[in-house]
T-cell receptor, first 110, second 115 residues
Framework: KNEVEQSPQNLTAQEGEFITINCSYS?????LHWLQQHPGGGIVSLFM???GKKKHGRLIATINIQEKHSSLHITASHPRDSAVYIC????????????FGKGTKLSVIP | NAGVMQNPRHLVRRRGQEARLRCSPM?????VYWYRQLPEEGLKFMVY????????ESGMPKERFSAEFPKEGPSILRIQQVVRGDSAAYFC?????????????FGSGTRLTVV
């Protein structure tokens, strides 16, 4: 069974700062998902990636398959980016279960 | 494009009552997954369904919990005789193909409070 670890647990940043959230997993995967959850709100899927790098607006996600590690970067952070960011490992190979990290709570201060 | 619709958004039940949580998948999606998020914990897989079939229910508690996805209508997660420990946020996700080959779309969740 995959173990998914995220760091840091909590992150406070000043508006405009570059932010990095890390995710590592223990078992090879078919895909890695990054999700965003606002307080009391639903979950939004940000990225699904199996190799390399993806970019959407100010968000960038990278994955290193050999090192079993992924990062989510936010450039020019803004208070509206304040949310919990969750990574989830998709084991594939007949498994239908996502294994989730515990999330990183990001607060961006004006 | 309505996305994944879950209702109700909030549900309060007394201990011993039944809770019914509904999930309508995104249009064109025939695969539904239920996840539970306990307070201060990460999301945990519960069950994966296709129309009229339960594919994987290995994350479901053995008693009191059941799920269905009928030919017509939404997927239902049913919790009988609720207890305080069932208080959590329950999220549904859907995908076009199994195993989320083209990604998952999540709903806004149902927050169940057992009093």
């Amino acid at each position: 069974k995959n173990e998914v670890e995220q760091s840091p647990q909590n992150l406070t940043a000043q508006e405009g700062e570059f932010i990095t959230i890390n995710c590592s997993y223990s078992v090879g995967i078919s895909a890695l998902h990054w999700l965003q959850q606002h307080p009391g709100g639903g979950i939004v899927s940000l990225f699904m990636l199996s190799s390399g790098k993806k970019k959407h607006g100010r968000l960038i996600a990278t994955i290193n398959i050999q090192e079993k590690h992924s990062s989510l970067h936010i450039t020019a952070s803004h208070p509206r980016d304040s949310a919990v960011y969750i990574c989830a490992a998709d084991d594939g190979a007949g498994s239908y279960q996502l294994t989730f990290g515990k999330g990183t709570k990001l607060s961006v201060i004006p | 494009n309505a996305g994944v619709m879950q209702n109700p958004r909030h549900l309060v039940r007394r201990r011993g009552q039944e809770a019914r949580l509904r999930c309508s998948p995104m249009k064109g999606h025939s695969h539904v997954y239920w996840y539970r998020q306990l307070p201060e914990e990460g999301l945990k897989f519960m069950v994966y369904l296709q129309k009229e079939n339960i594919i994987d229910e290995s994350g479901m508690p053995k008693e009191r919990f059941s799920a269905e996805f009928p030919k017509e209508g939404p997927s239902i997660l049913r919790i009988q005789q609720v207890v305080r420990g069932d208080s959590a946020a329950y999220f549904c996700a859907s995908s076009i193909l199994g195993q989320g080959d083209y990604g998952y779309t999540f709903g806004s969740g149902t927050r169940l409070t057992v009093v």
